[in-house]
Every structure is written in structure tokens, then in C-alpha cells.
């Protein structure tokens, strides 16, 4: 018998999409309780040979819209017509969240810790164990998109369990300027994907119902690393120059010692020493001025944009990096690289 490198069918919702070609699907989810139909969205990209199934998805949380933006970046490149085995991307999984620009599901539970999810649970659960045995369980290798919750922003930066050899190549792959090694959270896709074996990636950037174009460009260009790294897309020639991701074993956020109006004077990428002055926090009224320090050395990797603040909020991410991270040269670069694809491809940029 004859071997051929021809990849096969590929079964999704119950229907065939043939080698070669790419389609998008609706995949039915529980309708609204005005009897309006629901759907999601699936893109999905199948080579003509064979090789690994990528699922890279965004919007778990329905008001964090940057990863939207990356998969329809994504979706629209041309060189996808070349690849080997499957590309399957979500960009908006909760639905419900979005069109209320909310994080959360209408019944106020948050998606993303609701995983691995039952068929007969809440729509939560339901809409969890939907993706795992429809996307999930047909997947070698997932990407999960998000951003800084609302008010609060993220410098572009993987979370991941670095200490897995596979899921650290593909960090690396990946390229940011920050790699945090995280611990599985209870309910999410990410501890759910890892449980059945799989390698997942969490990319982090920007802040909920906001574009951030260097974030949009870091993630698109992490996606297509990632698709070159597990064999999927031709490997690129070599960069002029390779830029270090830095690795943070773990990570905090320095906190209001009191309530008042925060005067933020950090900006993400910097890096800080222990006692360093981060901002200050003044009452309306004048009488009272307290400095915010750092409570460690390290890296600023999230921050509020919120000046109103109460005891106890989260000011300022640190991740526990020696280093500094050259950012402008890393703005650069992917700045660089972006124009170089768009200038071919005629993509448009946020502005």
C-alpha cells in the first residue's frame, strides 16, 4: 500500500472540511431568552498535508476585544493558504459578554473559571464543556488570548507553566518581552487544556474594551512564531537580532495603603527597586499626601488607569525580573516587522 502525505478530512460540529480548503462555522449556543439564536464564529484553516491542530481563541472574558483584533489579523493573512495540519480560531468565545461589554456571562459567572465545564450545568459549564469536546479535544496546541481587566492594562507578556520543556519552547517561540511562570487556576481553560496534556499559552496585553496596537502586533506576530515553531507555517530567515524574553518566576501587585486620588508616575516595561516611589495618593481635598513604594525590585508589567482608588486596590504589577527589558528596542523591532507584512498585504492599523 501506498503511503501519501495527503492530510485527511476534518470532522468539526458534525461537518467535513476538506484538505486545502478554510470555512467558517457557526457553532450553536444556547439562544437568548428572547428566543433570538445564538451562534460562535469558528474560523477554521485546513492544510493539504498533515500536521498539528492550533487552537487559538479570545474574548473568554466578552469585554476584552485586543485578542479579537489579533485573530482577525490572523485570519486575513494570506500565507495560511500554505499550512500543514489545522488552524481553528475563536475570536469571540463569550458572545453573551460582548454585546453587553461585559466579562461576564448574563448570569454574572466569569467563563474562564468555569472549565472543564458539564453538559447539563449552568450556561457557563455548558458553553465550557462545548469547547472542550468540540475545540479542545481536537487540538495538539492552544492559545489563549486576553487582556487587563477594565481600567487596568498589561504590558504584552505570556503566562504559562514554564516549567514544562514543550510549553517553555513555545513561550520562547512566542517572543514578548516578559514570560511569567504562573500557577493552574481552578476553573480555567488553561488548567483544563494542561490536564489533558496539551501545551497552552496565556498571552496578556493591553486592557479590557481597548485596541492597543503593540499589543495587537506582538500577539499576531507571537501566533505566526508559534505556527513556525510546531511546523505549520515555513520557519523565516533568522532576525538581524533575537530578542531575550525575560522569565519572572512569579509576580505581585503593590496595593493602596489608603483611599484617595493615585498620582501614577510608572509606566509598564520599567524597572523599579525596592522602595522606589511609584506614584502618591492624595485626598480630594489637600490635606493628605502618602507615597506608594515599591515593595520589591522587578519589572512593571500591569498598572491601573484608574486614579480613584480604595484601601487595598492593585496599583502597580511587578514581575520579579533582575534585568531591564530594552522595550524600545523591542517596539522597534515588532514596529518593524508589522510594516514590513502590511506594506505587502495592505492591512490597516489602529489609530
Not at 78 to 85: D, W
Not at 116 to 138: C, D, F, H, Q, Y
Not at 197 to 218: K, N, S, T
Not at 236 to 254: E, F, T, Y
Request: proline share 5%; with cysteine; net charge positive.
Amino acid at each position: 500500500m501506498v503511503k501519501t502525505n495527503q492530510a485527511k478530512a476534518f470532522n468539526f460540529a458534525g461537518k467535513q472540511v476538506k484538505p486545502g480548503t478554510s470555512v467558517t462555522l457557526d457553532l450553536p449556543i444556547p439562544e437568548l431568552y428572547t428566543h433570538t439564536p445564538m451562534e460562535m464564529p469558528v474560523h477554521i484553516f485546513h492544510g493539504k498535508k498533515p500536521g498539528p491542530c492550533l487552537f487559538v481563541c479570545a474574548a473568554l472574558h466578552g469585554d476584552e476585544i485586543l485578542g479579537v483584533e489579533i485573530i482577525r489579523r490572523l485570519v486575513n493573512q494570506k500565507n495560511l493558504n500554505r499550512i500543514r495540519g489545522t488552524l481553528i480560531a475563536i475570536p469571540v468565545i463569550n458572545v453573551y459578554g460582548m454585546i453587553h461589554l461585559s466579562r461576564y456571562l448574563p448570569d454574572r459567572r466569569d467563563l474562564n473559571r468555569s472549565f472543564p465545564g458539564s453538559e447539563r450545568g449552568s450556561l457557563a459549564g455548558r458553553l465550557a464543556n462545548l469547547l472542550m469536546t468540540e475545540v479542545i479535544s481536537k487540538s495538539t496546541h492552544v492559545i489563549d488570548l486576553h487582556t487587563g481587566a477594565v481600567h487596568r492594562s498589561n504590558l504584552p507578556q505570556i503566562r504559562a507553566n514554564l516549567e514544562d520543556e514543550q510549553t517553555l519552547e513555545l513561550a520562547h517561540a512566542f517572543s514578548v518581552p516578559v514570560m511569567i511562570n504562573s500557577k493552574l487556576r481552578e476553573g480555567t481553560i488553561r488548567e483544563s487544556v494542561v490536564n489533558q496534556g496539551i501545551p497552552i499559552l496565556v498571552y496578556e496585553a493591553g486592557e479590557a474594551l481597548r485596541l492597543d496596537e503593540f499589543g495587537v502586533r506582538v500577539g499576531v506576530r507571537g501566533v505566526n512564531n508559534v505556527m513556525s515553531a510546531i511546523g505549520m507555517l515555513p520557519k523565516k530567515g533568522q532576525r538581524k537580532k533575537q530578542l531575550k524574553s525575560h522569565i519572572a518566576k512569579s509576580s505581585s501587585w503593590v496595593r493602596a495603603t489608603g483611599s484617595g486620588i493615585f498620582l501614577n508616575n510608572t509606566k509598564l516595561g520599567v524597572s523599579v527597586k525596592k522602595g522606589d516611589v511609584l506614584g502618591t495618593i492624595a485626598d480630594p481635598f489637600g490635606q493628605k499626601q502618602s507615597k506608594v513604594e515599591a515593595t520589591y525590585s522587578g519589572v512593571v508589567v500591569g498598572r491601573t488607569h484608574l486614579p480613584l482608588v480604595n484601601e487595598g486596590d492593585a496599583l502597580i504589577h511587578i514581575a520579579k525580573i533582575e534585568e531591564e527589558i530594552p522595550l524600545e528596542e523591542y517596539v522597534d523591532q515588532v514596529d518593524s516587522e508589522a510594516n514590513q507584512t502590511r506594506n505587502k498585504e495592505n492591512s490597516p492599523e489602529i489609530v
